[in-house]
């Protein structure tokens, strides 16, 4: 299981980018793909999560404002509106243990990407 983050940058207040989070997985593996940030001196914090049946849930701090999709081995995050409090590393997650369903809780994910930085300023 491999996953790649790309389409961090640094982007003026209420810009926008796109995430892409590309996922090399044995063929047929139902996962759940979830999107975590990480800001300087701060937890992880549970961003996103996108079920394999396409079921989606945000986190308050962005619903309305970041949208996750998939096609086909790639999952992506627009993040529209950007606010400062934003700026993070994102990182994307795969949870390979629950047939494609979401559950909470960073330590049911068990493979994760490298991390992009999300600078917004």
């Known amino acids: 299981v491999q996953l790649v983050e790309s389409g961090g940058g640094s982007v003026s207040t209420g810009g926008s980018l796109t995430l892409s989070c590309g996922v090399v997985?044995?063929?047929?593996?139902?996962?759940?793909l979830g999107w975590f940030r990480q800001a300087p001196g701060r937890d992880r914090e549970w961003v996103s999560s996108?079920?394999?049946?396409?079921g989606t849930e945000y986190a308050n701090s962005v619903k309305g404002r970041f949208f996750a999709s998939r096609q086909s081995g790639k999952r992506t995050l627009q993040m529209t509106n950007l606010r400062s409090n934003d700026t993070a590393i994102y990182y994307c997650?795969?949870?390979?243990?629950?047939?494609?369903?979401?559950?909470?809780?960073?330590?049911?994910?068990?493979?994760w990407g490298q991390g992009t930085q999300v600078t917004v300023s």
């Open positions: 997650a795969a949870d390979t243990r629950h047939r494609g369903s979401c559950y909470e809780g960073a330590d049911n994910y068990d493979a």
């Open positions: 997985m044995p063929y047929g593996l139902p996962y759940c």
């Open positions: 996108i079920t394999w049946e396409g």
